[in-house]
T-cell receptor, first 115, second 111 residues
Framework: EPEVTQTPSHQVTQMGQEVILRCVPISNHLYFYWYRQILGQKVEFLVSFYNNEISEKSEIFDDQFSVERPDGSNFTLKIRSTKLEDSAMYFC?????????????FGPGTRLTVL | QKEVEQDPGPLSVPEGAIVSLNCTYSNSAFQYFMWYRQYSRKGPELLMYTYSSGNKEDGRFTAQVDKSSKYISLFIRDSQPSDSATYLCAMRPYNFNKFYFGSGTKLNVKP
């Protein structure tokens, strides 16, 4: 069964550094998402992406964040100048988008630790 | 008022019990309703997906949506220790590309 994959599984970085989190959505899916989950807290929507552009974003998704689909398979989340409070699990998800009734499927997540 | 409210638990039940998990929401535009299961340090896994009001059954799981009360439920029959996880409800409006999640209910099924 096809699945969303994410790399790396764990990323450790120093405060102020830039990180890029990578995701390979399910092939032929059209909608892509990034979510964040701080340890012990709820899953928070960051951004959705369709047709090579952002379709919705949350208040969390400020100028520090950017997303890109550099080729036909990868979907990346870049965090510039990381802060301690960016430490969280980051989940990528994709959705077929061929029917209004379809839903999204999540990857295993990348645990980001900012020191 | 939060868009989606969910009791965080923890909910502890004996093996074989019927479990009832619930979410309430405030936005009447929500049309699609989902339940995800999340094991510790893993990504959410889709369990059930329903559109508008009504019931849907899949094995030991039953999802109910009551749009008039803005209330959704997930029932787990014959609960197993392997069902121990956090259960997240999620929902979205029609033709809108953002999903709203509850905070999750932690379930512990004791052998």
């Amino acid at each position: 069964e096809p699945e969303v994959t994410q790399t790396p599984s764990h990323q450790v970085t120093q405060m102020g550094q830039e990180v890029i989190l990578r995701c390979v959505p399910i092939s032929n899916h059209l909608y892509f998402y990034w979510y964040r989950q701080i340890l012990g807290q709820k899953v928070e929507f960051l951004v959705s992406f369709y047709n090579n552009e952002i379709s919705e974003k949350s208040e969390i998704f400020d100028d520090q964040f950017s997303v890109e689909r550099p080729d036909g398979s990868n979907f990346t989340l870049k965090i510039r100048s990381t802060k301690l409070e960016d430490s969280a699990m980051y989940f990528c998800a994709s959705r077929p988008g061929t029917r209004a009734t379809d839903t999204q499927y999540f990857g295993p997540g990348t645990r980001l630790t900012v020191l | 008022q939060k868009e989606v409210e969910q009791d965080p638990g923890p909910l502890s039940v004996p093996e074989g019990a019927i479990v009832s998990l619930n979410c309430t929401y405030s936005n009447s535009a929500f049309q699609y309703f989902m339940w995800y299961r999340q094991y510790s340090r893993k990504g959410p896994e889709l369990l059930m997906y329903t559109y508008s009001s009504g019931n849907k059954e899949d094995g030991r799981f039953t999802a109910q949506v009551d749009k008039s009360s803005k209330y959704i439920s997930l029932f787990i029959r014959d609960s197993q220790p392997s069902d121990s996880a956090t259960y997240l409800c999620a929902m979205r409006p029609y033709n809108f590309n953002k999903f709203y999640f509850g905070s999750g209910t932690k379930l512990n099924v004791k052998p």
